[in-house]
């Protein structure tokens, strides 16, 4: 016997559902209805009857729920480096289960349970017609050995309801089984697409290590097949025993037993159809198991390899700008060609799979309807058996193999399910990680709460690591009044963007706390603004819905940041993320910070596309349009000090960067209120001296 694979430690009690709520908000966190962790070891997932094909997940009293992640699974450690290998992949198939078995709980679809007993009726039914049919091929035959016409007549009258019957019960089937296949794709899609777009997620992923690349392609294909096939799988499995037991008895009651005769001495074999239908079906199973045993690793190496494929092309259309700039098409198409190579050479590993278990089903298929009636021949010949019982033998034989033949044909099919499960689980286990860090398990997590007092912003203790908990920036101490303009400066590479980041709730990895002044919107932006497919109005609309604002209010923003140009377009659809420069992309950025009218904006290197000229402008525009705003920039022009009340200087510091210098832009009375953690001790140190 193995080795335990794997032990487990707690992972901490979950808390209860949270009430969450969709508010019309100016700020990019406000943009979609949060989930939050619950209790239940099911995903709480309500159905819904709506236009969406997308089963929300609630909870029973309708607040949006996610499933807890798991406990934490570490390899023994006494496991052999292949043995942890193959525990790893054993626990991906379970914790696939953990999380898509919940579609058939309590909390799952409601409809889960009656198109699963549905489907399951309907096999029977299937079966019954099948055995129904068998009969009819006895009852035909015999009477066609009799030349009994009356009959022959009777029974074909009986064949068409059989017939029509059978038909029927085969789409009434397909109906149920693809209903199935549907919205269990929906439910466990809505789910995984709930948690990956939970607190930044999907951003998270790129900053840690694990096994979850291109997990658009996972979502939309892994998880497609991952549904799809056990449903199959089921339904298949099921009918295939029903199919064999069914036909088992009736080969065990037709054959009877065979008496041969060997040495002079004679030997009675019992139901010899049945144990001749069972080492057939051992034969040919056991030949395909044998063949196709690398069936898994090849499909898993396919679908990765189709999924980086897919990675570069998107790439290449996503930068196509850039790369034609700097004539990288030679580059790119070396990229892309091996890349595809790679695919090709997978296909050709699957491809010879293919044709060795084609080889062994192919051929089981030729054979089986030859051998019973060769098993059956001396019994008819001896007058024994009627031709009506031979055929029925023969029609039985066949049934029963393909029953046990089933894994023969699906074997291939089963190998792919159990890679791309594997490819979904690995996604949600890369996001359990996260969401036990949200938990404030491994590594410190920056908590987010409420300022006290009449500060808007407040960093209080704040450290901000990687996700390995290498130091960025030290801890700091920062109180920012409402209005205030904050300008934060550095070397490249001191940890500023990681810093705004951190405030803005993007960067999770630290300590101490991030504090928002209570039912205070924030608004960041980044460098490179994101541009939606769609109307102009979408794209200068965003994070917020198109009808929002007018198409005057637009007009008039647009205006504003000197893209007056634009104004006749604004309904129309263009792939304005590829027309649009990138200084016009930043411009139209700033439009839409006008339109949302935050409390706090967060701006990250937001003008570095414009010339001096233009950031001035926007600067000016952003000033009096926003006059109340508190404002937090990152930036390395001088020019920027001009907006800015306050500015703190970072430096790169052994342990990470510190904050080193906070000077007053604008002279002001009272006591300071930016204060850094490094300055105050050093003042202090001075005093003692």
Same mark, same amino acid.
């Given at each position: 016997?193995?080795?335990?694979?794997?032990?487990?430690?707690?992972?901490?009690?979950?808390?209860?559902?949270?009430?969450?709520?969709?508010?019309?908000?100016?700020?990019?966190?406000?943009?979609?209805?949060?989930?939050?962790?619950?209790?239940?070891?099911?995903?709480?997932?309500?159905?819904?009857?709506?236009?969406?094909?997308?089963?929300?997940?609630?909870?029973?009293?309708?607040?949006?729920?996610?499933?807890?992640?798991?406990?934490?699974?570490?390899?023994?450690?006494?496991?052999?480096?292949?043995?942890?290998?193959?525990?790893?992949?054993?626990?991906?198939?379970?914790?696939?289960?953990?999380?898509?078995?919940?579609?058939?709980?309590?909390?799952?679809?409601?409809?889960?349970?009656?198109?699963?007993?549905?489907?399951?009726?309907?096999?029977?039914?299937?079966?019954?017609?099948?055995?129904?049919?068998?009969?009819?091929?006895?009852?035909?035959?015999?009477?066609?050995?009799?030349?009994?016409?009356?009959?022959?007549? @009777?029974?074909?009258?009986?064949?068409?309801?059989?017939?029509?019957?059978?038909v029927l019960l085969g789409v009434?089937?397909?109906?149920?089984?693809?209903?199935?296949?549907?919205?269990?794709?929906?439910?466990?899609?809505?789910?995984?697409?709930?948690?990956?777009?939970?607190?930044?997620?999907?951003?998270?992923?790129?900053?840690?290590?694990?096994?979850?690349?291109?997990?658009?392609?996972?979502?939309?294909?892994?998880?497609?097949?991952?549904?799809?096939?056990?449903?199959?799988?089921?339904?298949?499995?099921?009918?295939?025993?029903?199919?064999?037991?069914?036909?088992?008895?009736?080969?065990?009651? /037709?054959?009877?037993?065979?008496?041969?005769?060997?040495?002079?001495?004679?030997?009675?074999?019992?139901?010899?159809?049945?144990?001749?239908?069972?080492?057939?079906?051992?034969?040919?199973?056991?030949?395909?198991?044998?063949?196709?045993?690398?069936?898994?690793?090849?499909?898993?190496?396919?679908?990765?390899?189709?999924?980086?494929?897919?990675?570069?092309?998107?790439?290449?259309?996503?930068?196509?700008?850039?790369?034609?700039?700097?004539?990288?098409?030679?580059?790119?198409?070396?990229? /892309?060609?091996?890349?595809?190579?790679?695919?090709?050479?997978?296909?050709?590993?699957?491809?010879?799979?293919?044709?060795?278990?084609?080889?062994?089903?192919?051929?089981?298929?030729?054979?089986?309807?030859?051998?019973?009636?060769?098993?059956?021949?001396?019994?008819?010949?001896?007058?024994?058996?009627?031709?009506?019982?031979?055929?029925?033998?023969?029609?039985?034989?066949?049934?029963?193999?393909?029953?046990?033949?089933?894994?023969?044909?699906? #074997?291939?099919?089963?190998?792919?399910?159990?890679?791309?499960?594997?490819?979904?689980?690995?996604?949600?286990?890369?996001?359990?990680?996260?969401?036990?860090?949200?938990?404030?398990?491994?590594?410190?997590?920056?908590?987010?709460?409420?300022?006290?007092?009449?500060?808007?912003?407040?960093?209080?203790?704040?450290?901000?690591?990687?996700?390995?908990?290498?130091?960025?920036?030290?801890?700091?101490?920062?109180?920012?009044?409402?209005?205030?303009?904050?300008?934060?400066?550095?070397?490249?590479?001191?940890?500023?963007?990681?810093?705004?980041?951190?405030?803005?709730?993007?960067?999770?990895?630290?300590?101490?706390?991030?504090?928002? @002044?209570?039912?205070?919107?924030?608004?960041?932006?980044?460098?490179?603004? #994101?541009?939606?497919?769609?109307?102009?109005?979408?794209?200068?609309?965003?994070?917020?819905?198109?009808?929002?604002?007018?198409?005057?209010?637009?007009?008039?923003?647009?205006?504003?940041?000197?893209?007056? @140009?634009?104004?006749?377009?604004?309904?129309?659809?263009?792939?304005?993320?590829?027309?649009?420069?990138?200084?016009?992309?930043?411009?139209?950025?700033?439009?839409?910070?006008?339109? @949302?009218?935050?409390?706090?904006?967060?701006?990250?290197?937001?003008?570095?596309?414009?010339?001096?000229?233009s950031q001035d402008r926007m600067?000016?525009?952003?000033?009096?349009?926003?006059?109340?705003?508190? /404002?937090?920039?990152?930036?390395h022009r001088a020019e920027l000090?001009?907006?800015?009340?306050?500015?703190?200087?970072?430096?790169?510091?052994?342990?990470?960067?510190?904050?080193?210098?906070?000077?007053?832009?604008?002279?002001?009375?009272?006591?300071?209120?930016?204060?850094?953690?490094?300055?105050?001790?050093?003042?202090?140190?001075?005093?003692?001296?």
């Amino acid at each position: 016997m193995g080795k335990v694979a794997t032990k487990s430690r707690s992972a901490g009690k979950r808390s209860s559902a949270k009430k969450s709520s969709r508010k019309k908000s100016s700020s990019a966190e406000d943009a979609e209805a949060k989930p939050t962790a619950s209790d239940a070891k099911d995903p709480a997932v309500e159905a819904t009857d709506d236009k969406s094909e997308l089963v929300d997940v609630t909870a029973e009293n309708g607040d949006h729920v996610e499933p807890p992640p798991p406990e934490i699974l570490e390899p023994d450690p006494e496991l052999s480096p292949e043995e942890a290998e193959q525990a790893r992949k054993e626990y991906l198939l379970t914790r696939f289960w953990i999380s898509a078995r919940g579609y058939w709980g309590k909390s799952g679809d409601r409809l889960a349970w009656l198109f699963t007993v549905g489907l399951l009726l309907l096999i029977v039914g299937n079966v019954a017609v099948q055995y129904g049919i068998n009969v009819w091929n006895r009852a035909i035959f015999d009477a066609i050995e009799k030349r009994d016409s009356a009959v022959v007549y @009777h029974l074909t009258a009986i064949f068409f309801p059989l017939a029509i019957g059978s038909v029927l019960l085969g789409v009434a089937q397909v109906f149920a089984r693809m209903g199935i296949q549907r919205r269990w794709r929906a439910w466990l899609t809505n789910a995984v697409v709930s948690r990956w777009l939970t607190n930044g997620r999907y951003y998270q992923l790129n900053l840690v290590d694990g096994d979850h690349k291109n997990p658009e392609y996972r979502i939309a294909e892994d998880l497609r097949i991952a549904t799809d096939s056990p449903v199959d799988f089921v339904a298949g499995v099921t009918s295939a025993l029903l199919s064999a037991i069914t036909f088992i008895i009736v080969l065990w009651t /037709i054959g009877g037993a065979l008496t041969v005769t060997l040495g002079g001495s004679s030997v009675t074999i019992p139901g010899f159809l049945v144990i001749a239908a069972v080492i057939y079906a051992a034969i040919a199973s056991g030949s395909i198991m044998a063949i196709g045993r690398s069936f898994v690793q090849i499909s898993e190496d396919k679908n990765q390899a189709e999924a980086e494929l897919r990675y570069t092309l998107t790439r290449v259309r996503e930068n196509g700008e850039s790369i034609a700039l700097l004539g990288g098409e030679a580059e790119e198409r070396e990229g /892309i060609d091996r890349t595809f190579s790679n695919v090709l050479r997978q296909w050709a590993r699957l491809a010879g799979q293919h044709m060795r278990t084609t080889l062994v089903s192919q051929g089981s298929n030729l054979i089986a309807p030859v051998v019973p009636l060769l098993l059956c021949a001396p019994k008819f010949l001896d007058g024994s058996m009627s031709l009506g019982q031979v055929m029925q033998a023969a029609s039985a034989f066949t049934i029963v193999q393909n029953a046990f033949g089933w894994l023969v044909d699906n #074997y291939p099919r089963l190998a792919d399910w159990n890679a791309c499960a594997r490819r979904i689980a690995s996604l949600m286990m890369s996001l359990d990680g996260l969401e036990r860090a949200e938990d404030g398990d491994g590594f410190g997590r920056i908590k987010r709460g409420e300022t006290e007092g009449e500060a808007m912003l407040s960093l209080n203790d704040l450290s901000v690591t990687l996700d390995d908990g290498t130091a960025v920036v030290g801890e700091t101490e920062v109180a920012i009044a409402p209005g205030e303009r904050l300008l934060v400066a550095g070397e490249s590479g001191t940890g500023k963007s990681t810093l705004v980041r951190a405030i803005a709730g993007l960067w999770p990895w630290g300590g101490g706390s991030v504090s928002l @002044h209570a039912d205070r919107r924030l608004f960041m932006l980044p460098q490179k603004p #994101y541009v939606p497919s769609g109307t102009l109005r979408r794209a200068v609309a965003y994070p917020g819905a198109a009808d929002d604002w007018s198409v005057e209010e637009i007009g008039e923003a647009l205006q504003k940041v000197g893209l007056e @140009h634009l104004k006749e377009k604004i309904e129309e659809e263009a792939p304005w993320d590829q027309t649009l420069s990138g200084g016009e992309k930043q411009r139209l950025a700033f439009a839409r910070l006008l339109l @949302h009218n935050p409390d706090i904006v967060v701006l990250d290197e937001a003008t570095s596309a414009l010339d001096e000229k233009s950031q001035d402008r926007m600067m000016q525009t952003v000033t009096k349009e926003l006059p109340r705003a508190t /404002i937090v920039s990152v930036g390395h022009r001088a020019e920027l000090e001009a907006f800015h009340s306050r500015k703190i200087v970072l430096e790169r510091r052994k342990g990470g960067a510190k904050l080193v210098s906070d000077i007053d832009l604008i002279p002001r009375k009272g006591k300071r209120r930016l204060l850094g953690r490094f300055l105050r001790q050093r003042r202090t140190s001075a005093k003692a001296a």
